[in-house]
């Protein structure tokens, strides 16, 4: 089985709406619900279960019923954090999922997903326990100094021997379960940038990229709200 794991615990303050930028209406439909239609029509997911804000998850189970999504099997409470989130979301999978069912992790502000990207993060998962959707560096990088307050910098980066790691992210569920354990034996999760690949490379685990898309951004400012109402008018008028 292969399961998303949708991550809505966030409050997305830097959108400034007022209510998580998940929940912000875009084109008659918030964002969470126009991800998770990518979901719903990915015929490589078998079942979607949210990690919510607390005080959203009524709403949530209600937009679910209400646009037909009829994959989100459960709505439950997200964490503080980015990795609380994900441990709970663990936790409350550990009675259902057997080692080998595919568990892709998402941001439910991204909606710009594809049936492609998710399909082959499971693909690539499935085959050597994780698949991380990473995009191509378009942009030159440089390297802050600390020691100028990140002001200027004296060291560039080839952008060709890097690659932006975006979601779905996707693991074996015996592998994501056993890698947090790991993490929280070990400590190492309050000490890291809360992502899932931070704590793979602190543990030293070798990531295994899987296609992407530098359109797949995830929705953090106005202006990104925008660009993605464009983006559904858009697709709406070729349709």
């Known amino acids: 089985m292969n399961i998303a794991l949708i991550l809505a615990g966030g409050t997305g303050e830097r959108v400034g709406a007022g209510v998580p930028k998940q929940f912000v209406e875009v084109c008659g439909r918030p964002v969470i619900v126009h ?19 607390p005080s959203w998850v009524g709403e949530m189970r209600s937009l679910a019923e209400r646009f037909r999504l009829s994959k989100v099997s459960d709505v439950i409470e997200g964490g503080a954090t980015y990795q609380d989130t994900v441990m709970r979301g663990i936790d409350f999978l550990s009675g259902t999922c057997a080692d080998n069912d595919v ?43 600390a020691l100028d307050g990140d002001r200027s910098s004296l060291i560039g980066h080839d952008r060709d021997r890097v690659v ?29 940038d809360p992502h899932t690949t931070t704590l793979m490379a602190a543990l030293g685990r070798r990531l295994y990229f899987s296609k992407g898309s530098t359109a797949n951004i995830k929705i953090t400012t106005p202006e990104d709200l925008r660009l993605f109402e464009g ?9």
């Open 35 to 53: 991800t998770l239609e990518r979901f719903e029509s990915c015929a490589s997911v078998d079942r979607v279960v949210v990690a919510c804000v």
């Open 164 to 192: 932006g790691l975006n979601s779905p992210q996707s693991f074996r569920f015996g592998y994501l379960r056993d890698l947090y354990r790991e993490g929280a034996e070990r400590g190492v999760l309050d000490r890291i």
């Open 231 to 239: 983006w559904v008018l858009a697709s709406a008028t070729h349709d």
């Open 103 to 145: 568990v892709a992790i998402h941001f439910s502000s991204s909606p710009f997903v594809t049936e492609e990207i998710i399909s082959d993060s499971i693909r690539v998962a499935a085959a050597y326990g994780n698949g991380i959707s990473s995009d191509p560096v378009v942009l030159c990088l440089a390297e802050k100094d």
